[in-house]
């Protein structure tokens, strides 16, 4: 994984040089403000697990305001420091590209959620809180965690009870707003789940308006909370009925049909069958002819690395919308833009879910008044997400077009300029 950090290091210096950045503002971005390494003991057939968890904090210009820093908790294997490190630096990213004010975190433990029973995630969840409480955190203005790869709205509930259980040690102020992604009736919103998928979409219908080009056909690899929510979300909204979904792949493979998958009937293998592998309604692909298949959009909904100098001359898809984080390689970014493959990148596409996480945040604060109706939220939801990755895209194109760049480079400077500014003007730096 150092490779993964050593890149993006590489991406913000790229950024830094073309906007004349500051050695201040450098430095900032390429260092933490602090990690938090914690262990974490599960007692288990009679023997002690260990595990390290760890919280990134990266840059928040914010901090010295009642404005937290803002980032999820992610529970895969594949979690080390490094990658925390880098996907709390897109996160600060993301955060000043929609004018989020708050600053990039991300958390996490290296394991998969379904190896271990309910009983025992929740332990080890209730450990890990317990142990970022002895740092004043989670807090509503310091450190507001939310779901991320392997975490549910069970996770967060458990984050926020447990929180709530120490409150006669540690009061919390806003206690409703030190997690968000909690499930709706505990404190969460309608559209959390979705968000990134709905935001990912919202984003590839504006981009089709602004460069008038039509986009039918869809490709989306990975079939988690994200892949999963894109393909829910055009079987079943009229907004984004227009699309077809090709193919779809999850970790054990994927499947592909000219004319368009039944999404109805693959929803119900997969409720089965737990992978969309062996589905009988297409022919079976792997993630790599996933990738690889000429359709009008692919969107990378998996994990980091999935299209690299090796691949990238082979994508034959027209758009590009990255919906995971760091999906494309540095790279791969450049073989695309030189090829003309236009790619909505991470910090824009994937923007959703930070997105209606702050509006979760906002509500549990009393920034917005308590709605019973569950409809009146949901449509102050969608119609919240749909202004702000509106008006993301439309910078980020537009920017794009004014630099004769990549959109992954723009977005990158729009994001690197937000935060040069808010930093200077919180500590009066001069340049």
Known sequence: MLDLLRERLKETAKTAARIGAPDWLLGELTTTKRILNMKIRLRRNGKSVFFNAIRVHHVNPYSTGGYPYKGGIRFHPGVTQDLLTVLAMDMTD????????FGGAKGGIALSPSDYSELELRGIVEQMTFE????????????VPGPDMGVDSRVMFWMFHKVAEMAHFRP??????????KPLGRGGIPGREEATARGALIQLRKFADLSRTPYTTLAVQGFGNVGSNIARLVDAEQDFAHYKILAVSDEHGGVYRAQGLDLHSLFAWYATHKKVSDYPGGD?????ELLELPVDVLLPAAIERQITKANAPAICAKLIVEAANEAITLEASEILFDRKVPVIPDISANAGGVVVSSLEWRKNRGDRPHQVDYEADKLWVVNELTAIMERVITKVYQKSNELHCSMTDAASIIAMETIRDDLAF????ST
Not at 132 to 142: A, E, F, G
Not at 172 to 181: E, H, Q, S
Not at 426 to 429: A, P, R
């Open 284 to 288: 079976a692909i792997s993630n790599k």
């Open 132 to 143: 970022m409480l002895k740092d004043n955190i989670p807090h509503p203005d310091i450190d």
């Open 426 to 429: 919180k500590h009066s730096y």
């Open 94 to 101: 993301k955060c000043a590209l929609a004018g989020l004010p």
């Open 172 to 181: 919390v102020p806003n206690a409703l707003a030190v997690v968000t992604g």
